[in-house]
């Protein structure tokens, strides 16, 4: 999606009804142009939704979240966060959004807790060591926030800051993710050596493991460069590790946290990452900026990590959302929404509907599309 204003409607939705090649009929609440218009750019940064609720929380660079119905599509709230980017971490069991707050440079700057329900604004903690990267664990309403040095850990309920886990380098954060089922944390690291090196762009990187019940590091290792692209598997203990600047992906155990396997992408430069741990199929999606803007997504397989086909697609696919049981992943672009066949990569069907993020919630069975306005379609049929 081009950096541009995304409006999105506050009040009146208008239902239309499209029929698409071997889908039945399909309904699109589309937030009217007619009505007030709620601005919530330049443009959106993050989209995450709250299954339990119905609501998709959208946020902006003029320091705003906006939550949304992702049924009808309507405006329920709008809260100002300050700050210009945000990263959004939902917490559904205690009603919880997590916020980090970065500048227009890409460094953090505080955590914001905000009460789902209400809107409030229940805690604002500055931070120093360039926050970046959330997860959630909910069994022990834990929340961890990635740190230069060290992962920091909140509880879920107040927001409020318990402690840092300290690692051995002190590297520039990327990403922290929780396999729930082993109980472990993984945090990557930008640009520098295991044996701690000064951050360089370009420069090795590295993931640490963390054992969750005692909040001890038990190894970090070496991993491609800039791994800015993830995706986790609970169901094999696999978490894949892309990295845009080698052209790479890491396959790690996350039982044990080493690196089973460094797979050669050979594919465009991808742009965004999804998972079907059910079809065991990995997405690569690559928008084609800088290369025409044809997008092509790859698909390998979760285990081996062998590519098994590829989909061309229309102009600048920016976003994928997975839904594991229809077996549907759906990606959209400037122009259009694909929904593939999350085996095969084949396109069953196109919404003509573009935009730059899309989210699924899997409750309601309905896809949530944020471009210059918001859509959502209801997927149940």
Not at 161 to 181: A, E, K
Not at 193 to 200: A, C, E, M, R, S
Not at 278 to 304: I, Y
């Amino acid at each position: 999606m081009g950096r541009r204003t995304a409006l999105l409607a506050a009040i009146g939705v208008v239902l239309l009804a499209i029929v698409s090649q071997g889908l039945t009929r399909v309904q699109i609440a589309v937030a009217s142009q007619s009505a007030h218009q709620v601005a919530i750019g330049p443009y959106s940064g993050n989209l995450v939704v709250d299954a339990r609720t119905g609501r998709a929380f959208v946020a902006s660079q003029n320091g705003t979240i906006h939550s949304f119905s992702t049924q009808s599509g309507a405006l329920i709230q709008t809260v100002a966060v300050g700050a210009r980017f945000h990263a959004l971490a939902i917490v559904p069991r205690f009603r919880r959004l997590f916020v980090i707050n970065t500048t227009a440079e890409g460094i953090g700057t505080a955590v914001v807790v905000l009460d789902t329900q209400s809107g409030q604004l229940l805690r604002r903690i500055a931070m120093s060591r360039d926050p970046h990267g959330l997860a959630v664990d909910e069994r022990t309403a834990r929340v961890f926030v990635g740190t230069i040095g060290g992962v920091s850990v909140f509880d879920a309920r107040p927001g409020a800051f318990l402690q840092v886990i300290h690692t051995p380098i002190q590297g520039v954060p990327l990403g922290v993710y929780l396999d729930s089922r082993r109980e472990h944390l993984f945090f990557t690291q930008e640009g520098v050596t295991i044996n701690g090196l000064v951050p360089i762009q370009g420069g090795s990187s590295t993931v640490s493991m963390i054992d969750v019940p005692t909040n001890t590091v038990v190894r970090t290792v070496q991993v491609a460069a800039e791994p800015s692209l993830a995706a986790l598997d609970e169901r094999t203990g696999r978490l894949f590790l892309v990295s845009r600047t080698m052209m790479v992906g890491d396959m790690v155990d996350t039982q044990h946290g080493t690196v089973i396997r460094a797979i050669p992408l050979n594919a465009p430069q991808p742009d965004a990452i999804g998972l079907d741990t059910r079809a065991g199929r990995l997405f690569l999606v690559a928008s084609g900026n800088g290369a025409g803007g044809t997008g092509r997504v790859t698909l390998l397989d979760a285990g081996s990590g062998a590519s098994v086909g590829s989909t061309l697609l229309g102009q600048y696919p920016w976003s994928i959302a997975v839904d594991e049981r229809q077996a549907r992943a759906y990606v959209v672009s400037d122009k259009a929404t694909y929904v593939l066949d999350a085996r095969t990569g084949a396109i069953r069907h196109t919404f003509h509907v573009g935009g730059g993020i899309v989210a699924i919630d899997q409750r309601t069975e309905h896809l949530i599309i944020i471009g210059d306005r918001l859509v959502t379609i209801d997927v149940s049929r």
